[in-house]
């Protein structure tokens, strides 16, 4: 997302079944067999909505490590995110993840 000509991360919150707010930057979503995937990852506070980073290398892995899988529903013509938690749907959209990262960096160089 632009803001003032300036890339900023895209932040959501997820109210989790508790009631608890947890704020999530939406780093992409894509289709996989006809469904919409979103890979999020937590919001630290120290990074909330500035999009600053430390080394870009170490925050990518760090990223990936801490991403979590959500699958696009449309329930009553609203969307909804449900996390994925059978293992093969994971790794299937976690595989076509990886392969658009790999295409962003070889885009990039």
Known sequence: MKENGEERPSIITLIDEDGGEHEFEVLDVFPVDAKRYAILVPVEDNHAGTGE???EEEADAEEYERAYI??????????SLVEVEEEEEWNRVAREWELRMQELEEDGE
């Open 53 to 55: 980073r430390g080394d």
């Open 70 to 79: 959500f699958r696009i529903e449309e329930v009553e013509g609203e969307e």
